[in-house]
């Protein structure tokens, strides 16, 4: 029998993904969470639970936090610039020299200051980030992300070669400063060390070869950028001609499948590609934002990967996408699914549970036990408040699509992680 002293009912509609297909919706009911963890979801609370820990959130949705499966967080200042440029011309006149700034770390410490509130601000709790090459502005990023209570993924930026003289690492030096990085951050927390190649077009086989070493010596995680462009797979092929294809690099060079491993885009994946990713470690990021704006020439094929069981989850891949909102980026999924099918009927439409079920569930499987309200998940919770938008009768999933159509963080009436409360 719980000590119920310890724990509290969180009142509402209570919605989150059972799986790809299916939504969970518990209208007017009661989530009873204890020290942070969710125990169950009840029509009646227990005899005898004190009314002083009942949290009414009244008609309000309760939902998990978003997953942010894939963002650059020193792109935040430079999001709807360059828009109109194709990915390497955009790389080279925008991002290159903004992410050189991070040399110094008061730019890094304010910038990543305003990332991480903005990230909560949206309803982003669960996050796998991309930094910039430096040491200093890697571990400043590091600390704010646990400061603020964030569940999050981050390392140090790897880049060797094709890259301007002012953002290049020596290699060695790349391959120090990322063990020493690693090893600085063993430790268990809520945020976690991950192993960081750019691309393959920006990192030698040494480079890559080390990284693997790495990645296998401390079961370190892989988080980088895959199949994205019709350009930088011509690219990459070019300088890797002992290779298949870009799974296959980072396959041979122990970057894929063999610790947790997640590739944004995965755009264009042959036969040989999705054999590689369909494996319980791996997870594909569809960036829809940023597919439109930059690494255009194709879109991901969501729904067949998702028939496939390939893992998938949203990113919101700023600077090349825009917005933060993973309520938005579910809302993408869905109309990049129906832009799609328009050239390949073959495959139908992404639906609502499926996008939900990538933003949350899917992608919270990388930190464990987040992204659901099953017994046994943290309480990183979302009150959405939609009572500023008209009309009456809607049922929960519905008010839930408008709100990822139509709201924006002005209806997130409350964050919570592992229980408390975040203010932004
Ligand atoms: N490929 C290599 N670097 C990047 C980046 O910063 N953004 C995107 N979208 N693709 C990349
Ligand atoms: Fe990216």
Known sequence: MEDYQKCKAYRGNVIYSKNKDTLISKENSYMLVCEGIVKGIFKELPNG???????????????????????HAPQFLQRGMGMDRELLDWLKTYTYP???????????????????????????????????????????L??????????AFTGKLNMDQNSPEYYIEDTEKSLVDTEKFIQK??????????????????????????????????????????????????????????????????YQNNLLGQRPTIMAHC?????E?????????CMAVHCPDATANINAGGIMPVKKLLEMGINLAIGSDIGSGANLSIAR????????????????????????????????????????????FEEGYCFNA??????????????PVERLERFCYLGDDRNIAMRYILEKEILV
């Open 329 to 372: 980026g579910i809302a993408s999924t869905i109309q990049h699914s129906k832009i799609r099918n328009m050239f390949d009927s073959q495959w139908d439409a992404v639906t609502l549970p499926e996008a939900f079920y990538m933003a949350t569930r899917s992608g919270g499987r990388y930190f464990k036990n987040v992204g659901a």
């Open 142 to 151: 590091f600390e704010i992300l646990e400061q603020r209570g964030l569940f």
């Open 49 to 71: 639970f004190p009314k002083e820990n009942i949290i009414d959130w009244g008609n309000k949705l309760i939902i998990p936090g978003f997953c942010d499966m894939h963002v």
């Open 267 to 271: 755009i264009f994946m042959d036969d």
């Open 273 to 281: 590609v999705l054999k590689l990713m369909k494996n319980p470690s």
């Open 185 to 250: 951050h063993q430790k268990d927390g809520n945020v976690k060390v991950s192993i960081v190649p750019r691309f393959t077009i920006t990192c030698s086989e040494k480079l890559l070869a080390g990284l693997g070493s790495l990645s296998e010596k401390y079961g370190v995680p892989v988080h980088s950028h895959m199949c994205e462009a019709v350009n930088t797979i011509k690219v990459s092929q070019e300088l890797f001609p002992d290779y298949k294809n870009e799974a296959e690099i980072f």
């Open 382 to 395: 979302l009150v959405i408040d939609d009572s500023n938008m008209p009309g009456e009768g809607f049922t």
């Open 98 to 140: 903004n992410e050189s700034k991070f040399k110094d770390p008061n730019h890094a410490r304010e910038v990543y200051s305003l990332f991480v509130d903005e990230l909560l601000r949206q309803g982003t709790l669960h996050v796998n980030i991309f930094p910039s090459i430096h040491y200093e502005a890697s571990e400043i």
